[in-house]
């Protein structure tokens, strides 16, 4: 008998037949279920008595299989099987949902956070880090400053005291407390909160741009040279491409002429963006920071001087006089000219007195700046040779009244250019019994071995000791680091020591050389005292070595002090070796060194 049998849209077919005996060839071995197609005839033959029975379940009347013979029935089983198993498969992968987007990170969480609650909540985050508690407490601290959440709201949230404790020891006390650190004076202790420099460089990298400027400021006022701490907020300040406005630059500037740390590309970057942003200041403050903190630098940057100046020769009715004395001061360091020195000086100078400024010493400054950049009267340079003036610079302390040494030095070398250089000067000199001369002139040990590697150089290329003097005392508040002596045909001739021409007992007395601008000849005494003098004419040379202190940052050139010593040194009769040590190595070998300084000399004498 043969039944059909719906099921879930499925049809099943069942074949039951009689069981008959084993004897009867006709009859099937055993009663059981045999697969067959739903196309089939009821009628059809029964299959052998050998066919495994098993039950067939076959698709819905709407999809149609390929029949085959009785021959094929095991390929057919088997590929039957295989439909069955792949349409199970398609029907459970319906059944499963499309995969969520992967959360995002705790990282980016923190950056799109908008309220305290939200940036607290993530405190109970299990992939919670040092860190991540940085950059937590940093968003909250600026937050806090900048008015947009109260420390009240969190203070004693015991998400924010976890991550208080987990950055380091620092715990805020009171809401005072907090504010005053968030302030800018303690942020060192609020954003970074650990106890070593260089864990607190490793996680330097997390703050954001404002908070490093803060971090950097807040070292700065407190002293705190931290060499690691501070190559790591520089290194990740100047790859920052968010622009810095005016008062972020004037502050990094601060910073680092404060702890002396001149990071090249940080300065070049904080120049960079000086030059979009002066131009739309109001407030003459800023630029005079900005000036103080480039000069101390020695930085020199002449795009950023131009606007600068600029700016204060248009802005000079609301400039104080501390801004305008910290540009001539600056521009004199430096010593640049700005392309509207005419404009400049002509509005700048009449602006700034004597009692415009704010201590003898500030004068003091303003003058001998303006004698580098060759602008200073004969009544500025009277005003600070005169006595009573250099009274004022005295310095009492407990032990001692004295003027200081800086003071001094540039006190010399206005009272050298005052017979040099200012023609037509009668006014007052520094007497030649006067406690300034008596100032020490020392190197430092980097110079020292530059002039010594300089000087012993020259050893070779000259017969002996008298033809070369060294370490000189000007008397014009410089050393001269050699002086030799050539003839037109470059051979070296014989120093003899020349003494000042004023004709004092006591100048004569003090080694140095002659400020008289017309006595340009040595005289070498040849033989015994019997013998007649012969004056031999020839070139003086005056050897200047320069090491980094002379030299300025971003522009590789001779600073104010040393190009004031250099057109001193042209006054007094001398051609000028000036030797950097950008181009003289001390380490190279004897025969480079010494073909260098054959090849500058030829250059000065021939040239001169």
Request: hydrophobic share 40%; aromatic share 6%; with cysteine.
């Amino acid at each position: 008998m043969i039944r059909y049998v719906s099921w879930n849209g499925w049809r099943v077919l069942f074949r039951i037949s009689s069981q008959a005996q084993a004897a009867s060839s006709s009859a099937a071995a055993a009663v059981g279920l045999h697969p067959s197609p739903c196309s089939e005839s009821a009628s059809k033959v029964p299959e052998p008595a050998a066919d495994i029975s098993s039950t067939v379940i076959s698709p819905p009347e709407n999809q149609t299989e390929e029949t085959s013979t009785s021959d094929s029935k095991p390929v057919k089983r088997i590929k039957e099987n295989k439909s069955s198993i792949v349409a199970a498969a398609f029907a459970s992968l319906k059944s499963i949902e499309a995969p969520q987007k992967q959360s995002p990170s705790l990282d980016e969480r923190i950056a799109a956070a908008g309220s305290v609650e939200s940036l607290l909540s993530m405190a109970e985050a299990p992939q919670l880090s040092r860190r991540h508690a940085l950059r937590i407490v940093s968003q909250l601290a600026d937050w806090t400053t900048n008015g947009r959440a109260k420390l009240s709201d969190f203070e004693a949230d015991t998400r924010f005291l976890k991550l208080c404790r987990l950055l380091g020891r620092w715990l805020p006390k009171s809401s005072q407390t907090f504010e005053k650190e968030a302030s800018g004076i303690g942020d060192l202790a609020v954003v970074l909160g650990v106890t070593g420099d260089d864990e607190a460089a490793k996680l330097v990298a997390g703050v954001s741009l404002n908070q490093m400027i803060r971090i950097m400021t807040s070292l700065a006022q407190k002293q705190r040279r931290s060499t690691a701490l501070l190559r790591s907020l520089a290194f990740n300040m100047a790859r920052q491409t968010e622009k810095l406005n005016i008062k972020e630059c004037a502050d990094l500037l601060y910073a680092m002429a404060t702890l002396n740390f001149p990071d090249d590309l940080l300065l070049e970057k904080t120049c960079d963006d000086l030059h979009e942003c002066v131009a739309f200041n109001q407030k003459p403050a800023v630029i005079g920071s900005i000036l103080t903190s480039l000069g101390l630098l020695r930085y020199k940057n002449t795009e950023v001087l131009d606007i600068l100046a600029e700016w204060v020769a248009d802005h000079v009715t609301i400039c104080r006089p501390h801004d305008l004395t910290a540009l001539f001061i600056t521009l004199a360091t430096v010593f640049h000219m700005p392309h509207n020195a005419d404009r400049l000086f002509d509005i700048v100078l009449p602006q700034v007195t004597l009692q415009d400024v704010r201590s003898p010493s500030a004068w003091l400054d303003v003058v001998w700046s303006l004698v580098v950049l060759d602008c200073a009267t004969p009544q500025q340079v009277a005003s600070v040779l005169n006595p009573d003036f250099c009274d004022k610079l005295i310095v009492r302390t407990d032990k001692s009244q004295k003027i200081n040494v800086a003071s001094k030095l540039k006190l010399l070398n206005i009272n050298a250019a005052a017979q040099l250089k200012i023609p037509g000067y009668k006014g007052p000199l520094l007497p030649s019994d006067s406690d300034i001369h008596s100032v020490p002139l020392v190197r430092s040990r980097d110079k020292q071995l530059l002039v010594a590697s300089i000087l012993d150089s020259f050893s070779n290329l000259l017969p002996s000791a008298t033809y070369l003097r060294t370490n000189i005392d000007t008397g014009m508040g410089f050393l001269l680091d050699g002086e030799c002596m050539l003839d037109s045909k470059c051979n070296p001739l014989p120093v003899t020591v020349e003494v000042m021409k004023s004709g004092s007992v006591d100048a004569q007395k003090k080694p140095g050389i002659s400020v008289d601008r017309k006595y340009i000849e040595t005289s070498n005494t040849l033989g015994s005292h019997e013998t007649a003098r012969t004056t031999v004419k020839g070139t003086r040379i005056g050897i200047l070595a320069w090491d980094y202190r002379d030299m300025c940052r971003g522009i590789p050139e001779p600073n104010g002090v040393a190009v004031l010593s250099m057109k001193l040194l042209e006054k007094a009769g001398y051609k000028v070796l000036s030797i950097p040590y950008t181009k003289y190595n001390p380490r190279e070998k004897l025969v480079r060194r010494v073909q260098y300084l054959d090849h500058q000399l030829k250059s000065v004498v021939r040239g001169s």
